[in-house]
């Protein structure tokens, strides 16, 4: 390698750490920036006293070949783990078992084993909100965040946040806002239910394309995950859309008796719930960018927005912005 850069991340989703770890491997100095408290973004967990509730993605597919070899190794480290639920189909006449050969894997015991993993031996800043990118005295870019606080300098920032939390922190390049303001994210909200006894069910996964559900999980069935019978159902956009506001009791209410209705079971009261809401779920149309890059600026773009709402296509934009930022194919 003949040079080494400073480089800020701003985001510590599959994307951002995919990134992180491309250029870090490759001699690179990397600052990984979230405003959240961990690591993951949207591939997140909630430790709860009824076991590990997933609350974010539900479960990935390895389809690239570089995804698939990454994979291997998350596998043999522990990180990640084979799930193969029971998993149904309902549609507005029945519910019906749908067993498919495709292999669907999670992070174990949790989802965020494997952000966790991957956060390995990288340096974050947590809980830090950028705001603003701005130039320094000797051109490189420092990060500004909600605090008034300046971070830096950098000699390259990579974004990796949803696209409408991307679109202010691009301003100094005219085609990337652009391209980041033209991408809608569609709202979803999601369910963890916690229960006594285990549900008089076979059910362990289910495809809903009836009412206002879209995703059933048994997120007891998961490898590693220990506590009591536990479920995690996800609205579709639709319905997110017509209930943004509507508060978490009521939106508990709701779905589950939309689960009650799609097992076709009476559901016990539950001993634990909990209801969180998703403004920027998933992207509403899949774009094929892989990533962005203003390299003259040294400005690159990553995550799910840029490939198509997967985890392997967010870690796959993060790498491509990775390679780019390297002057790799
Ligand atoms: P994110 O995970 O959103 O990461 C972006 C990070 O940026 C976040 O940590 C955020 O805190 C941080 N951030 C944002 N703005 C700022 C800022 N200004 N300053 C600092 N930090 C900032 N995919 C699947 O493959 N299978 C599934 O089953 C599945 N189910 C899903 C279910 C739900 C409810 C949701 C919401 C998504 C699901 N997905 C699923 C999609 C998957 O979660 C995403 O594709 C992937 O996690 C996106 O990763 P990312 O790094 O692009 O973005
Ligand atoms: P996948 O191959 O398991 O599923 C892709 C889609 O194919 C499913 O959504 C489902 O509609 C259909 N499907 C798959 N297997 C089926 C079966 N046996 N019977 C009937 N239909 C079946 O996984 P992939 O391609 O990795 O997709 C990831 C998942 O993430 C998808 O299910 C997607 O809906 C979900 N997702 C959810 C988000 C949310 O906000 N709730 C956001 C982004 C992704």
Redesign the pocket.
Known sequence: MTQTFDIAIIGAGMAGLSAARALTEAGHKTVIFDKSRGSGG?MSSKRTESGNLDM????????DPHFRSALQTWIDRGWVAEWSPR???RNEDELFE???D?Q?YVGSPRMTSLSRGLLEGLDMVSKTRIERLQQSDDDRWELVDDAGAVHGPFDRVVVATPAPQAVPLLTASGHLEQAASQVEM???W?LALAFAEPLNTAVEAC?V?VGGL??ISRNSSKPGRQGLDSWVL????RWAMGNLDTDKAEVGKQLRAELAEVLGIDLPEPVFEHAHR?LY??SADTCNWGALAAPEKGLYVCG?WCLG????NAWLSGRQAAQTLMGRK
Not at 56 to 63: H, I, K
Not at 309 to 312: F, K, M, S, T, V
């Open positions: 949207r974010g993605a539900q479960y990935f597919t390895a389809r998993l149904f189909v749908s067993s498919d495709q669907r569609l709202p979803g999601t495809f394309r879209d995703w996800q609205s579709n956009p998703w779920a998933r799910d709402g997967r985890i392997e």
